[in-house]
């Protein structure tokens, strides 16, 4: 299974636009080939097998470990690059991602964009004139709803849920799947911070909730196995969308 | 950690990229107002997927229905192209795009597992705006949907499909 990465650009479509789209999409491919642990040939599929990596993309390898060791400290162990012993630093490695393609069009001028890797989104400036950015949170219980609606600008939003895949988020501690919590979506300014975060937080099960709300520049909205929604005090713009 | 993450990554040059360059405050499907491309379609910088892609990816579903618009010619392809049926654990969804010199115009959901009427006809910038169509039937303007891709993982398939039969 793959997932989709979108943009969706509000601004004119000039030139320079254009090339940086192209270039957008041009680095998550290249993303795809460092970092995929489903290719043998993968920068990281070599780092696992104890061989150098490619000199090309050294940097960038060491930037994202970096970030993930970032991680793995302010969450207290709660992320991990290597889950189960395998090195895998995908769960920071595709808001990343995602953060540095919506820079690469905010550079060539497109200000007011929205970057979505499968549901992770990276905003920048706002939906239209005045009016800012709106993001459904589906609801993980019921296809077809959603939970709540993220109103904001230059905003990232990233959910880790159970909806979609079952449970997939090992609690780094026990090595069990992460099960209190049937969605946890997280807001904040960086989408990198903000996703891994959101991983983390929802392998702590019923003590994120504490957790988001003492973490500084984000907020939460988390949806528990037995359908209780709570949310951080600033939680942006929590439009219920019920049904 | 978290396996929808391992498995995104992955697929990153099997799975559609859609591109939508929208003018501001123009939320109708209709994209014929903005400015055509140069050249080259803006949609995928790597599509025909197969072959390339990930053992876990949709390969083996393509190419099931004859494509209904003319093929591609060096400006982009044009015409309604329908998509293969995709089985997601929600049900079936089909979808068909419509392209015009290689910009997508307009992308109906011709199956989908929450079969509202009013899901039916999408807009024009594609996924994330499918995605909503289909989750928030009911709701007021939604610009994109956090977490729950498994409706759009079967929209991108079929799309996926529909766009390779176009050739962009």
């Known amino acids: ?243 | 950690m978290r396996k929808a993450t391992v498995t995104t990554v992955s697929t990153v040059a099997g799975v559609i990229l859609l591109l939508s360059l929208k003018p501001h405050q123009n939320p109708a499907p209709d994209m014929t107002a903005a400015p055509p491309p140069s050249g080259t379609p803006e949609a995928p910088a790597s599509p025909a997927p197969t072959g390339q892609k990930p053992s876990s990816a949709p390969t083996g579903q393509k190419r099931s229905n004859a494509p209904t618009g003319q093929k591609p010619s060096n400006v982009g392809a044009s015409g309604t192209y329908t998509g293969s049926v995709i089985n997601t654990s929600y049900g079936p969804v089909q979808v068909s795009v419509t392209l015009s010199n290689g910009r997508i115009t307009a992308v109906k959901a011709l199956r989908t597992p929450f079969d509202r009427p009013r899901s039916q006809q999408i807009a024009a910038d594609a996924v994330p705006r499918l995605t909503q169509e289909a989750l928030s039937a009911q709701s007021a303007h939604i610009d994109a949907v956090s977490g729950a891709t498994y409706t759009s993982e079967g929209y991108t398939r079929s799309l996926q499909s529909a766009l390779d039969k176009a050739g962009v």
Request: hydrophobic share 40%; net charge negative; glycine share 12%.
């Open chain 1, 1 to 243: 299974m793959g997932t989709v990465f979108s943009f969706d650009l509000r601004d004119p479509a000039t030139p320079p636009v254009r090339r940086a789209l192209k270039e957008a999409v041009a680095w998550l491919h290249h993303v795809d080939e460092v970092f995929s642990t489903y290719r043998p040939d993968s920068a990281i599929s070599r780092l696992g097998r104890g061989e150098p990596v490619p000199e090309r993309c050294a940097a960038e390898v060491a930037e994202v470990f970096a970030l993930c060791e970032e991680v793995a400290h302010t969450t207290g162990g709660w992320f991990t690059h290597a889950p189960g012993g395998r090195l895998d630093p995908s769960g920071l490695v595709k808001g990343w991602a995602v953060e540095r393609a919506s820079r690469l069009l905010y550079e060539a001028g497109a200000h007011n964009t929205c970057v979505n890797g499968g549901g992770d989104i990276q905003l920048r400036g706002e939906a239209a004139p005045g009016t800012p950015w709106r993001i459904g949170i589906a609801h993980p219980a019921r296809p077809g709803a959603l939970a709540a609606v993220v109103t904001g600008r230059d905003l990232a939003v990233a959910t880790s849920g159970t909806a979609e895949r079952g449970a997939h988020v090992v609690d780094p501690h026990t090595g069990r799947p992460a099960t209190a919590l049937a969605s946890l979506t997280l807001t904040g300014h960086s989408l990198t911070r903000t996703d891994a975060y959101a991983t983390a937080a929802f392998a702590m099960g019923a003590a994120a909730r504490e957790w988001v709300e003492a973490l500084d520049g984000h907020e939460g909205l988390g949806i528990t196995a037995a359908g209780e929604i709570w949310r951080t005090p600033r939680f942006p713009g929590a439009t219920w969308a019920e049904r």
